[in-house]
């Protein structure tokens, strides 16, 4: 059994986003997420420590930019992001997801 690392429960919900690094722009999921961060299944290849820039679209069909630290990763399936820097609307738009 895995220890619980995360601080804050986790919503279950899909969610389309677009996230870039330096190799290039990707289309993806996210499958959970809350205040800390989220899981985007992606077959894009991350390493564990990267910092990405990543949209979400909310359900109103709006974009909105966030970024992230890779935490963790599984090749081929997803990776685990906390976000980093969150501005006070973020942190609202976060709330109104969850």
């Known amino acids: 059994?895995?220890?619980e690392r995360r601080r804050h429960p986790r919503a279950s919900l899909m969610l389309e986003i677009r996230w870039e690094d330096l190799s290039g722009r990707y289309n993806a999921r996210i499958t959970d997420i809350s205040i800390d961060g989220c899981y985007i299944e992606s077959i894009g290849q991350v390493t564990v420590g990267q910092q990405i820039r990543f949209e979400i679209q909310l359900p109103t069909g709006s974009w909105v930019p966030f970024r992230g630290e890779v935490v963790n990763r599984q090749p081929n399936l997803g990776f685990g992001v906390r976000f980093?820097?969150?501005?006070e609307q973020e942190k609202k738009v976060?709330?109104?997801?969850?």
């Open 1 to 3: 059994m895995t220890e």
């Open 94 to 98: 976060l709330a109104q997801i969850l």
């Open 84 to 87: 980093i820097d969150l501005t």
